[in-house]
């Protein structure tokens, strides 16, 4: 299996993704080694020098802050912390964030102003290293002083404790531990600081965050290329994605989808035809402008997340030149919190008007017979598929209320403005998942009406069709649609797609 080093090198969207899947083993670079270590030392040196209390090194938590802790306790003031905050609770995080979490708290370590050993690091890559994954719950992070809860459970197994995914099932740690022999990881008792190292950081939300964007490009590219589809399907016009229209506004995502299309438009034959109708509905010709709009705030949210995952968000901050440890709030989630709020909005948006072109597909114009049956009446068609699109849309409407608009009060009044970027994240990857079947039933609709136009396509535009009608044949008469509509979605979820097609800052 290859080998990825992780570090203070950024990484690229194909190492995230390698990550996600389980591809690949990972390893802290030499210089993450160093950072961490020399950060121990100094945290070590620090406090045996220092007669002031170091929050989170000798005192309580949160409201508890005041409390000064004997040495004698520290390590298990730390292990106390771990287990008293896995109070996570809901759906399972999906494996594939899971890694991303570990991965990315090591990022962060690397950084090294985290204080903590340099053999715990280790065993956190010799966790993800090992094929089992902390059971991490959806519930119980409010994105300030970090993702305290996720966290803990990702840290359980550091301890010997907690539940793991491992060879397919839900086990206790010490199961899977006694199974794994030497292939498994140092458990520890911990020392100073190091619980509140774990614990505190912003991984849950940018993990989240680096998953929707891995999905985000490809549903851009999608809902590009489809919506070409489709235009072709509706027997729509190609001058209002011509490059002269887009000069005169030239907002960069905008740009970017007018040129997409045309090119596919382009190149199919029955564009060039002379049409009867002067304009098309906004849903197609306006897809520069609404698909652009959604470009430009991915784009955004893509640079906010990259900064994030290459920081180190927890608390305090260990700080060798200055001779300090600091504590602060580098652990607030606000910024991730806004930008996937954005991307649940910008990716709905794509959805929106996805839905849109495909109640005019089945509307009964340009040619068309309604709702893309052969046999109107006594077949119904289309015309239920495009319900349950309007009815994810509507879904995803609601999925859209801002969660960072909310605060709510904890720790005493200590912690009294939260971010609740973790419900933010949570609820971006339910528009991503919603998304790829709002496009897939796009796709399956304007598949039916190029067969029904028989539409004289583009080789690129044909290539894709056929692929498609290998999984989801011609709709003849009435059938059982719902493994239709479920295999609409997957096959654009297993579609390959080059990354240098794909959005990039």
Same mark, same amino acid.
């Given at each position: 299996?290859?080998?990825?080093?992780?570090?203070?090198?950024?990484?690229?969207?194909?190492?995230?993704?390698?990550?996600?899947?389980?591809?690949?083993?990972?390893?802290?670079?030499?210089?993450?080694?160093?950072?961490?270590?020399?950060?121990?030392?100094?945290?070590?040196?620090?406090?045996?020098?220092?007669?002031?209390?170091?929050?989170?090194?000798?005192?309580?938590?949160?409201?508890?802050?005041?409390?000064?802790?004997?040495?004698?306790?520290?390590?298990?003031?730390?292990?106390?912390?771990?287990?008293?905050?896995?109070?996570?609770?809901?759906?399972?995080?999906?494996?594939?964030?899971?890694?991303?979490?570990?991965?990315?708290?090591?990022?962060?370590?690397?950084?090294?102003?985290?204080?903590?050993?340099?053999?715990?690091?280790?065993?956190?890559?010799?966790?993800?290293?090992?094929?089992?994954?902390?059971?991490?719950?959806?519930?119980?992070?409010?994105?300030?002083?970090?993702?305290?809860?996720?966290?803990?459970?990702?840290?359980?197994?550091?301890?010997?404790?907690?539940?793991?995914?491992?060879?397919?099932?839900?086990?206790?740690?010490?199961?899977?531990?006694?199974?794994?022999?030497?292939?498994?990881?140092?458990?520890?008792?911990?020392?100073?600081?190091?619980?509140?190292?774990?614990?505190?950081?912003?991984?849950?939300?940018?993990?989240?965050?680096?998953?929707?964007?891995?999905?985000?490009?490809?549903?851009?590219?999608?809902?590009?290329?489809?919506?070409?589809?489709?235009?072709?399907?509706?027997?729509?016009?190609?001058?209002?994605? #011509?490059?002269?229209?887009?000069?005169?506004?030239?907002?960069?995502?905008?740009?970017?989808?007018?040129?997409?299309?045309?090119?596919?438009?382009?190149?199919?034959?029955?564009?060039?035809?002379?049409?009867?109708?002067?304009? %098309?509905?906004?849903?197609?010709?306006?897809?520069?402008?609404?698909?652009?709009?959604?470009?430009?705030?991915?784009?955004?949210?893509?640079?906010?997340?990259?900064?994030?995952?290459?920081?180190?968000?927890?608390?305090?901050?260990?700080?060798?030149?200055?001779?300090?440890?600091?504590?602060?709030?580098?652990?607030?989630?606000?910024?991730?919190?806004?930008?996937?709020?954005?991307?649940?909005?910008?990716?709905?948006?794509?959805?929106?008007?996805?839905?849109?072109?495909?109640?005019?597909?089945?509307?009964?114009?340009?040619?068309?017979?309604?709702?893309?049956?052969?046999?109107?009446?006594?077949?119904?068609?289309?015309?239920?598929?495009?319900?349950?699109?309007?009815?994810?849309?509507?879904?995803?409407?609601?999925?859209?209320?801002?969660?960072?608009?909310?605060?709510?009060?904890?720790?005493?009044?200590?912690?009294?403005?939260?971010?609740?970027?973790?419900?933010?994240?949570?609820?971006?990857?339910?528009?991503?998942?919603?998304?790829?079947?709002?496009?897939?039933?796009?796709?399956?609709?304007?598949?039916?009406?190029?067969?029904?136009?028989?539409?004289?396509?583009?080789?690129?535009?044909?290539?894709?069709?056929?692929?498609?009608?290998?999984?989801?044949?011609?709709?003849?008469? %009435?059938?059982?649609?719902?493994? %239709?509509?479920?295999? #609409?979605?997957?096959?654009?979820? #297993?579609?390959?797609?080059?990354? %240098?097609?794909?959005?990039?800052?």
């Amino acid at each position: 299996m290859k080998r990825l080093e992780v570090g203070t090198t950024p990484l690229s969207y194909i190492d995230y993704q390698s990550i996600a899947d389980g591809s690949v083993e990972i390893a802290l670079s030499e210089t993450a080694r160093k950072n961490i270590t020399a950060s121990r030392k100094f945290l070590e040196e620090k406090s045996a020098r220092s007669t002031a209390p170091i929050y989170g090194v000798n005192t309580g938590f949160g409201s508890l802050c005041s409390i000064e802790v004997g040495a004698e306790d520290l390590g298990r003031l730390q292990t106390n912390l771990v287990r008293s905050h896995a109070c996570g609770t809901g759906e399972f995080v999906d494996q594939a964030i899971i890694r991303l979490i570990i991965a990315l708290k090591l990022k962060s370590f690397a950084v090294g102003v985290s204080g903590i050993r340099l053999e715990v690091c280790e065993s956190l890559v010799q966790l993800y290293n090992s094929g089992a994954l902390p059971v991490i719950y959806a519930q119980g992070s409010l994105g300030a002083s970090g993702d305290l809860a996720p966290l803990a459970h990702m840290s359980l197994p550091l301890l010997g404790e907690g539940s793991l995914w491992f060879k397919g099932e839900i086990v206790e740690t010490q199961k899977a531990l006694d199974q794994l022999g030497p292939k498994a990881w140092a458990t520890y008792t911990l020392a100073s600081k190091e619980g509140l190292a774990l614990l505190n950081g912003t991984q849950f939300m940018s993990a989240h965050g680096i998953y929707a964007t891995l999905h985000a490009r490809r549903l851009d590219y999608f809902s590009d290329f489809i919506g070409a589809l489709s235009t072709v399907a509706h027997d729509g016009r190609i001058e209002a994605f #011509s490059q002269g229209v887009h000069a005169t506004r030239p907002q960069r995502g905008q740009v970017l989808t007018a040129k997409r299309i045309f090119q596919w438009l382009n190149e199919a034959p029955i564009m060039h035809n002379e049409k009867v109708h002067v304009q %098309d509905p906004y849903s197609f010709r306006c897809m520069p402008q609404v698909h652009g709009a959604s470009k430009n705030a991915l784009w955004h949210a893509m640079e906010v997340i990259e900064t994030e995952v290459n920081s180190a968000t927890d608390n305090p901050v260990v700080l060798e030149e200055e001779d300090a440890v600091v504590s602060a709030g580098n652990f607030h989630g606000q910024p991730l919190a806004l930008v996937l709020d954005y991307m649940a909005l910008a990716l709905h948006e794509l959805g929106s008007i996805s839905e849109r072109r495909t109640y005019q597909l089945i509307s009964g114009r340009r040619g068309l017979p309604p709702f893309l049956t052969p046999n109107p009446g006594l077949n119904s068609g289309l015309m239920i598929a495009q319900y349950t699109a309007a009815g994810i849309v509507s879904q995803n409407k609601q999925y859209c209320t801002p969660a960072s608009a909310d605060s709510i009060e904890s720790s005493n009044g200590q912690e009294d403005h939260v971010s609740m970027g973790a419900n933010a994240a949570t609820k971006l990857i339910k528009v991503v998942d919603n998304l790829y079947q709002i496009l897939g039933i796009e796709l399956l609709n304007a598949s039916q009406a190029l067969h029904l136009r028989k539409a004289d396509i583009s080789p690129t535009m044909q290539s894709y069709v056929t692929a498609f009608r290998e999984i989801v044949p011609v709709i003849e008469e %009435d059938r059982y649609l719902h493994p %239709d509509l479920i295999a #609409s979605r997957d096959f654009l979820r #297993s579609s390959s797609l080059e990354d %240098d097609v794909l959005l990039s800052l």
